[in-house]
């Protein structure tokens, strides 16, 4: 006969599990099983249902995060797109503006020397100025003129230094040309800015006739600009009965505010 120790718990145990497997197989505890799961079967279905809720709370909290996470670096990449495409469009248009240098070069004869800007410096509310990456070893001097891609005057040289020079811009009011206006007769004058907006002549006599859309040039009366630079076209003209002169107002056809390449002209 098998000696059951009373403090050996293993034992016990064992002899108890195997007590109850031989009830449960025989039937004889069902009853009182089924008691028990019928007791026990609301705290089973909120166990199950806490259970589960936690599994729904984890899922969701990860598939947020990595939503999230998603929009996080689709944001980065758009941002990268972004600043690519800048540099790509900007690309074209100096490469744009240096080929039309080529051709006006090419087709006017002057020796142009491209140039970069790098600042633009505000003067007063009537004018700017423009700083480019060329100076005097480069051959600069003031008094030059400046003209964009298509050969129009944009501004001459008023400072230089080794590296750098700085353009008066042809709408500011410090900045003035030797002019003519393509009419009958020639008419010349002096233009300067007017307002950092347009260009403008004065001190024209009310004998000379000046039409809207005439075209102003470079007179080449300054030694250093050479003649026929165009400078804008004429917008209005005014002329009082009683006066002895009149004026007339000049729109360039140049954007100042996108000013990227210029082009010093070296006599």
């Known amino acids: ?12 145990s064992l002899v108890i599990l195997i007590l109850l ?38 899922s969701n909290s990860q598939s947020k995060k990595d939503y999230f996470t998603e929009i996080d670096n689709l944001e980065k990449r758009i941002a990268e797109l972004t600043n690519y495409q800048a540099l790509y469009l900007e690309s074209l248009d100096e490469n744009k503006k240096l080929k039309d240098t080529l051709n006006f070069s090419q087709e006017s004869g002057f020796n142009l020397l491209a140039s970069s800007v790098v600042a633009g410096e505000l003067i007063d509310s009537e004018g700017r100025d423009l700083i480019i990456n060329r100076g005097e070893k480069d051959g600069i001097k003031n008094g030059l003129a400046v003209v964009d891609e298509q050969g129009i005057l944009i501004g001459k040289v008023i400072e230089v230094k080794n590296n750098i020079s700085r353009v008066c811009l042809s709408i500011g009011s410090d900045c003035d040309f030797a002019a003519a206006i393509l009419n009958s007769n020639k008419t010349q ?27 102003v040039i470079s007179s080449g009366l300054e030694g250093l600009i050479p003649r026929g630079l165009v400078i804008g076209r004429v917008n ?31 006599p």
């Open 189 to 215: 004058g002096i233009v300067s800015g007017n307002l950092g907006l347009t260009v403008k002549m004065n001190y024209i006599p009310q004998s000379e006739e000046i039409n809207k859309d005439d075209v």
């Open 21 to 58: 497997a031989i009830l449960h197989f025989s039937g004889i505890i069902r009853p009182l099983e089924n008691f028990f799961l019928y007791l026990s079967r609301p705290l089973a279905a909120k166990v199950f249902k806490t259970g589960s809720n936690l599994s729904d709370s984890y």
């Open 236 to 266: 209005e003209v005014k002329k009082e009965d009683n006066d002895i002169w009149q004026e007339a107002i000049i729109e360039s056809p140049v954007n100042f505010d996108n000013l990227t390449i210029v082009s010093v002209i070296i």
């Open 1 to 12: 006969m098998i000696s059951i120790r009373k403090k050996n718990p293993f034992t016990i």
